[in-house]
C-alpha cells in the first residue's frame, strides 16, 4: 500500500496562514484522488478538501483553504490562510483510486491514511 506522510503543522495566530504537504511514496492510481480530513479534540473527523479531477471543499473553509497538487502528483497541498482557532485539529491525508462526486468528504470512502500532523491556532 502506498504510504502517505505529512507535514507543514504548527501554531499559528488567528488570522495567520500554514501550508500542509502530503507526500506519497509513489505515484500509482491508488493516489488519483487525495484529499484533507481533520479531527479536532472531542470531535468526529471530518472532510477538509480533495483534488481529483476537480477541487472538493467543505463550507467551513472554501475561500481560505485551497488544495492542490505537484505535476507528478505525488504531493498534495493544503494552503490555509485566515485561520482560526476553529481550525485546530489533527490535520490527515487521505487517497483513493478516484474521487467520488457526492462522496469526495467522506471518511468511510478512504482506506489509505497519513499518520497526521498538528495545526493549533491562537486567538
Known amino acids: 500500500q502506498v504510504q502517505l506522510a505529512e507535514s507543514g503543522g504548527g501554531s499559528v495566530e488567528a488570522g495567520g496562514s500554514l501550508r500542509l504537504s502530503c507526500a506519497a511514496s509513489?505515484?500509482?492510481?491508488?493516489?488519483?484522488?487525495m484529499a484533507w480530513f481533520r479531527q479536532a479534540p472531542g470531535k468526529e473527523r471530518e472532510g477538509v478538501a480533495a483534488?481529483?479531477?476537480?477541487?472538493y471543499y467543505a463550507d467551513s473553509v472554501r475561500g481560505r483553504f485551497t488544495i492542490s497538487r505537484d505535476n507528478t502528483k505525488t504531493t498534495v497541498y493544503l494552503q490555509m490562510n485566515s485561520l482560526e482557532p476553529e481550525d485546530t485539529a489533527m490535520y490527515y491525508c487521505?487517497?483513493?483510486?478516484?474521487?467520488?462526486?457526492?462522496?469526495?468528504?467522506?471518511?468511510?470512502?478512504?482506506?489509505?491514511w497519513g499518520q497526521g500532523t498538528r495545526v493549533t491556532v491562537s486567538s
Open positions: 483534488i481529483g479531477v476537480i477541487t
Open positions: 487521505a487517497a483513493r483510486p478516484y474521487c467520488s462526486t457526492y462522496r469526495a468528504l467522506r471518511e468511510n470512502e478512504y482506506a489509505n
Open positions: 509513489e505515484r500509482t492510481q491508488g493516489v488519483d484522488c
